[in-house]
């Protein structure tokens, strides 16, 4: 039986095993290959997504128990329409080799989103769940202040 | 060059980017012999290797691997500073695997003598020797090279297509090229005329690219800059292709489970895998076994379900044993003896201390698993794989499959993560005869976190000896003994079926080859022969003799009561002045006094590696909850930094990953298999550990240096030199976990 799932504000009926997770629904099935596989036991944070704008790893959320709308780094924007949190990450040319960049966006959104102008404090507590083996840490941080401030400028 | 071969390098290329009508320029003079694989097609025009000028701009091949360090920016920058051409406008590929994109700096490294003590001369011969590489088609990622190897390649590249470019612009216009100039992409004439690259895509192939002289360096409007990476924006927005993301009509989905043991399976029982959800296929691969499913979990699953009896290692079966096996190599002959200054034997006055320090197995860990993705037809291989050695792994998968080289097209993509695990050619050749078990059908294999955790090609374990004397505050004697398997004979085995005659000097780099004038210093390479499967680890032997040398010289330091960064100046200063200099400043940057406060410690350390040296200082704080770093000082001398940005983070990043091993990876074995699986036993830094940064890049060695790994060496032994400092406890052995209450 096909579970339909919404993903980037589209539906898709997909027809799987209950039990695949979403992150290889959305891999393997949808073609949306900007979320990462890093671990499969929510160790390292590549396969965060969002659902209903709670980041979630969803290397652990079976395709039945999707309970929301999905949003990738793809539906978050395009290089040719690149969210605040995105352009971001370019200006302070935060990726390396890149893999895990897209779960550290997706982390940061939702900070952001729960926590408009965060501490330091605030982004340990948030962000130590997203493992990046090229230590782009300091630039992630200097990337999140900076979406916070103009975040807060465009509102 | 056979026709055959030619379509299918163009196929390439038109099948990496759309490129439709083009010429490609390069430095005819150098790469004369080796075979152009950029061949066009009608109407189009092709005289070499880098630079392809298209109807719709302009497209620079940068065939060095992009694992996160910058290269193909500034592989980039190189041409486009020559070429004129708009930042906006650059299009730039990794382009297929060929004899002409050879490294032209690894032999040379393998001649004798510490680089620190290069003569002009003897750099000259370096570069000789590292052009025999083309013969070898050597093409490959890593040694901190690719800046080397393309400083001059890549801009003559540029330079001979702009001119060019000219030369087609003045026949089409009627005046001389001498009167013409280049800018943004456009050739512009004495009256204002414009003709933008692209127009004269089809007439570049009446021309031959003339030699001509490169730029001042203080003329460069792209290089010594900060440029915006050409990878960052597909790397934000999901859009970067790394191996794993490789997409194709009617593709399967591939997972392995290879032998643990590295020494084969005696059986294996698929009966509860063969039917379940989305299996297609179950492949004996005769050392372990593959899935093919519908779905990269499901394959997963059935992977874990099948039952399998493994051959016993070939190798002592646990960490003690393997370990005692290394100690015992210590009282074997040593291999090399390539620093032997003065006469460690002869009595010396002064205060004696002796040391003897363990590092641990390591993993590479990158976050993205091993992965590759193959297309199998019978009389043609197309692989996809984010890969440090092309050439060598086009060959390899090749042959796995009874195929030829020139029936094999290699796309190399970008890398999720290398440090020295994707010159390995073990997962593309996997994915390929996979592929070949399901003819037409593409197969897209990825391993699970624990297979990349338990199938890597280890950084070895290692143990020194040291004693050395000190005299009125100095040193006088440093004899050391530093013994480990050799990572070179065991990757040459692998690779290459022989291994390397002579001294093997990257087990002993990090330690030999250090600028300090110490009146007696020995170093002696012992090679312990296991067979545990070992391989290149960012900064190589450096990461090993960074730490335990730089320890002992800090205790050394201690023992003749002198400031720890005095003494290494001390040590430096008389040997190689770009060291110096690096210590200095990272002693000018931290406000080094050598006094801290009582819940603060600071470690200063200096490692000479891949021809930068690189200084830091790293201070620890007892927060009461544990120990914290909270900060470190980065100074490195390149020579010549080509993008500072790009610079700042290799050197931080070098340091991190050199951090995150000191604090708390090892790896472990039990009954010949390793015993980590994932990252909740095998971790690194994260977010809240990390410390704030501040680099200084000096530009005062006379030779360029590379960026990629310099970062690595000096970093943990600073770490536990602060955690002295902090203390008064010596830790000898990595991690320090074992020995510290580290916040992790």
């Known amino acids: ?155 | 060059m056979g026709r055959i071969k030619t379509i299918a390098r163009r196929t390439f290329l038109i099948g990496s980017a759309a490129i439709v009508g083009g010429a490609a320029f390069g430095i005819y003079q150098i790469n004369k012999d080796a075979p152009n694989p950029l061949v066009a097609g009608d109407g189009e025009a092709t005289l070499n290797p880098f630079v392809l000028i298209t109807r719709h701009g302009v497209t620079l091949i940068a065939p060095r691997a992009e694992m996160g360090q910058g290269v193909q920016t500034t592989l980039a920058a190189l041409a486009a500073e020559e070429l004129d051409v708009a930042w906006e406008d650059i299009t730039v590929l990794h382009g297929p695997p060929a004899q002409a994109y050879y490294n032209s700096v690894f032999l040379g490294m393998a001649i004798p003598g510490a680089h620190y003590k290069d003569t002009p001369f003897k750099h000259a011969m370096r570069e000789q020797v590292g052009k025999v590489g083309k013969l070898l088609d050597l093409q490959a990622t890593g040694g901190s090279t690719s800046m080397k190897d393309f400083y001059e390649r890549m801009r003559h590249a540029g330079a001979s297509a702009r001119e060019a470019l000219k030369l087609a612009a003045a026949e089409r216009l009627g005046v001389p090229a001498s009167d013409l100039q280049t800018e943004n992409s456009n050739v512009i004439a004495p009256d204002g005329t414009t003709i933008a690259y692209g127009e004269l895509a089809e007439a570049l192939r009446e021309i031959t690219p003339p030699d001509v002289e490169l730029r001042d360096p203080a003329t460069w409007k792209y290089l010594g800059k900060s440029m915006p990476r050409v990878d960052m924006v597909g790397k934000v927005t999901g859009t970067a292709k790394f191996a794993t993301d490789t997409r194709l009509d009617g593709m399967k989905f591939a997972t392995v489970r290879m032998s643990p043991t590295r020494a084969g399976m005696d059986s294996y029982d698929d009966s509860a895998a063969r039917d379940m959800d989305g299996v297609e296929a179950i492949v004996d691969l005769g050392d372990g076994i593959a899935v093919i499913a519908s779905n990269t979990w499901l394959a997963m699953q059935a992977a874990d379900a099948v039952d399998i009896t493994w051959t016993p290692a070939n190798y002592p079966a646990d960490t003690d044993a393997l370990r005692a096996a290394i100690a015992a190599s210590l009282d074997e002959d040593a291999d090399s003896m390539v620093r032997d200054d003065g006469d460690v034997t002869s009595a010396v006055e002064g205060t004696e201390i002796a040391a003897e320090y363990y590092v641990p197995w390591l993993a590479h860990a990158t976050m993205e698993p091993m992965s590759a993705t193959a297309l199998f037809t019978g009389d043609k291989l197309e692989v996809w794989s984010g890969n440090q050695a092309p050439t060598m792994i086009r060959d390899a998968c090749a042959k796995a499959v009874g195929l030829t080289p020139e029936q094999v097209t290699l796309h190399t993509t970008y890398l999720g993560g290398g440090f020295g695990r994707r010159g390995e050619m073990d997962f593309s050749v996997l994915a390929a005869r996979i592929a070949a078990a399901m003819p037409g059908t593409p197969i897209r294999m990825i391993w699970s976190r624990e297979e990349d955790m338990r199938r890597d090609f280890y950084r070895p374990a290692a143990i020194a000896q040291f004693r050395g004397v000190v005299q009125d505050g100095k040193a006088v004697l440093l004899d050391g003994k530093i013994a480990a398997p050799s990572v070179f004979h065991n990757s040459s085995l692998r690779q290459t079926g022989a291994a390397p005659p002579g001294p093997d000097r990257l087990h002993v780099e990090g330690a030999a080859d250090q600028p300090y004038a110490i009146p007696h210093f020995r170093i002696a390479g012992h090679l312990t022969n296991i067979d545990v499967p070992i391989g290149f680890w960012r900064s190589v032997g450096a990461s090993i003799n960074g730490f335990m040398l730089d320890t002992f010289i800090d205790e050394m330091a201690h023992a003749a009561g002198t400031d720890p960064l005095q003494f290494r100046l001390d040590l430096a200063r008389a040997e190689h002045a770009p060291s110096a200099g690096v210590i200095e400043a990272v002693g000018e940057m931290s406000g080094w006094t050598g006094q801290t406060p009582a819940n603060i410690g600071r470690g200063v350390a200096f490692s000479f590696s891949f021809g930068t040296p690189v200084a830091q200082v790293v201070e620890v704080e007892d927060t009461g909850r544990g120990i914290r770093i909270n900060k470190c000082w980065i100074a490195a001398d390149l020579g010549t930094v080509l993008d500072p940005s790009i610079v700042e983070a290799q050197m931080t990043s070098g340091a991190i990953y050199g951090f995150s091993a000191a604090m708390q990876e090892e790896i472990t074995f039990a009954d010949g298999m390793v015993e980590q699986g994932n990252f909740y036993d095998y971790d690194a830094m994260r977010m809240h550990t990390v410390p704030e940064f501040e680099v200084r890049l000096l530009e005062t060695n006379p030779f360029m240096g590379g960026a990629g790994e310099p970062g690595t060496p000096p970093s943990m032994p600073a770490l536990g030199n602060a955690l002295f400092d902090l203390t008064g406890t010596r830790a000898r052995e990595l991690p320090l976990i074992k020995t510290f209450d580290l916040i992790l």
């Open chain 1, 1 to 155: 039986m096909a579970t339909r799932l919404t993903i980037n504000g589209t539906a898709h009926d997909v027809d799987l095993p209950e039990n695949v997770p979403l992150l290889w629904v959305l891999r393997d099935e949808i073609g949306l290959t900007g979320t990462k596989f890093g671990c499969g036991v929510a160790a390292c944070g590549a396969c965060t997504v969002h659902i209903d704008g709670e980041a979630v790893r969803s290397c652990q959320v079976a395709l039945a128990d999707v309970w929301g709308e999905v949003t990738t780094i793809e539906g978050l924007g395009t290089p040719d329409a690149m969210a605040t949190i995105q352009q971001a990450w370019v200006d302070h040319q935060v990726a390396q080799c890149g893999y895990c960049q897209s779960g550290q966006i997706m982390n940061a959104a939702a900070l952001l989103a729960q926590t408009p102008q965060p501490t330091d404090q605030d982004i340990d507590d948030a962000m130590q769940g997203n493992l990046c083996r090229c230590g782009t840490y300091p630039r992630i941080r200097a990337a999140i202040k900076d979406a916070a401030q103009r975040l807060a400028e465009e509102t």
